[in-house]
């Protein structure tokens, strides 16, 4: 059973996925992490996330480490992982560990919840449910610069919604796997809405499309 959650960044994706899979009790996937792990391998090797043949080593070389670096979050690595995630090889090789995890959820969990840009298209086509979350570049400036501080990192409103702005062009445009929502996906506009009403919403989509499917909570 396979949950993808795709949209740009802060529109509220990591706050549903972690809730879906605590309700359901299935694994979780944060597939950003992935590309933010190889973008900042390659800025730690000194080398250009634009440069394919960096990072492609960079992917292949990826260590459960990789994952825990401190710099993940920052904006820094946010640049670089749109950077990489752009290189059709890089995404190939992340997309095999990212089937294997949908076929045999880590724990014996019947299920997985993935986030991401590309999981209900490419990733997990097949997925039961798909959801596509979006909200307006200015409120999801303003998320993405109260988590920052929340991590203790400086946050200036004006420059977190230009890379905001720049890394959305850079994922929709590009030319493989591009950001988009898959078309049997529900889209929810989160704008407007706090955590509990987009899991209310996701929790009635997902009844709808699969009631007798799902483990109950
Ligand atoms: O979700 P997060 O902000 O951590 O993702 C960082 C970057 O990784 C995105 O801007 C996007 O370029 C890339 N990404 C991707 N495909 C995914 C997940 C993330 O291309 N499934």
Known sequence: MIITVDGPAAAGKGELTQRLAKHFGFARLDTGKLYRAVGWRVLAGGGDPENEAAA????????????????LRSEEAAEAASKVAAIQAVRGVLLEFQRHFAAAPPGGRKGAVFDGRDTGTVVCPDAMIKLFLTASPEVRAIRRVKQLQEQGAEAIHGRVLQELKER??????????????????????TSDMDADAVFAAALDFISSQAPDQLPKS
């Open 56 to 71: 492609v080593d960079a992917a292949k070389a990826l260590a459960a480490d990789d994952l825990e670096a401190p710099g």
């Open 168 to 189: 959305d062009a850079r994922d929709t445009t590009r030319n493989v796997a591009p950001l988009k929502p898959a078309e049997d996906a529900l889209v929810i506009d």
